[in-house]
């Protein structure tokens, strides 16, 4: 198994452009999140998803979009990149569709630069 | 709002030595984890203690939590080179919050 994916590795983008983040898994894991890490913090939940068709905000949801057509992918969009939005971007999936009781598997992070 | 508080931010040890790190929150919770995150990667998932545990073992690891103080505590024994790295606890109740992380070093 590969675990959970992500691509790409590290992304420099322009103010006011989009891009997607991608993120995979081949658990076949019901719940999916997105992260942003930022530095001196811990982990911020900006989006999730219990379900394929199913998706809800986190804690910093403003300037992404998320959509989750299969279980397999969960890919997170910048619509107008923002310098603010310059950090590192954790993808997790995890067992069940209650995060709140199992461990989660991350993908090894996208760290963006918006200039 | 509900935040994990870990304490100390940063521990230097000696090879061999134990290494404790605490986690305090403000509300009830469900569960707490503990997560391991090496340098430049994703974060590993260590420990999973339900509110109705006091204490579970993994390996090298041993955590508590008191959820009369609202506190839990990660244990790292005889802690080797390897376990340089970021520790987060995690609070779960109808969301999961990350706290900012120990930074663990282990000197030679």
């Known amino acids: 198994n590969a675990g959970v994916t992500q691509t790409p590795k590290f992304q420099v983008l322009k103010t006011g452009q989009s891009m997607t983040l991608q993120c995979a898994q081949d658990?076949?894991?019901?719940?999916m999140s997105w992260y942003r890490q930022d530095p001196g913090m811990g982990l911020r939940l900006i989006h999730y998803?219990?379900?394929?068709?199913?998706?809800d905000q986190g804690e910093v949801p403003n300037g992404y979009n998320v959509s989750r057509s299969t279980t397999e992918d969960f890919p997170l969009r910048l619509l107008s990149a923002a310098p603010s939005q310059t950090s590192v971007y954790f993808c997790a999936s995890s067992p069940g569709s209650s995060y709140s009781y199992n461990e989660q598997f991350f993908g090894p992070g996208t760290r963006l630069t918006v200039l | 709002s509900q935040q994990g508080e870990e304490d100390p931010q940063a521990l230097s040890i000696q090879e061999g030595e134990n290494a404790t790190m605490n986690c305090s929150y403000k509300?009830?919770?469900?569960?707490l984890q503990w997560y391991r995150q090496n340098s430049g990667r994703g974060l590993v998932h260590l420990i999973l203690?339900?509110?109705?545990?006091r204490e579970k073992h993994s390996g090298r690891l041993r955590v508590t939590l008191d959820t009369s103080k609202k506190s839990s505590s990660l244990l790292i024994t005889a802690s080797r080179a390897a376990d340089t790295a970021s520790y987060f606890c995690?609070?779960?109740?109808?969301?999961?919050?990350f706290g900012k992380g120990t930074r663990l070093h282990i000197l030679p």
């Open positions: 995690a609070l779960c109740y109808d969301k999961i919050i």
């Open positions: 203690i339900r509110s109705n545990e």
């Open positions: 998803s219990v379900g394929a068709g199913i998706t």
């Open positions: 658990m076949n894991h019901e719940y």
């Open positions: 509300t009830s919770i469900n569960n």
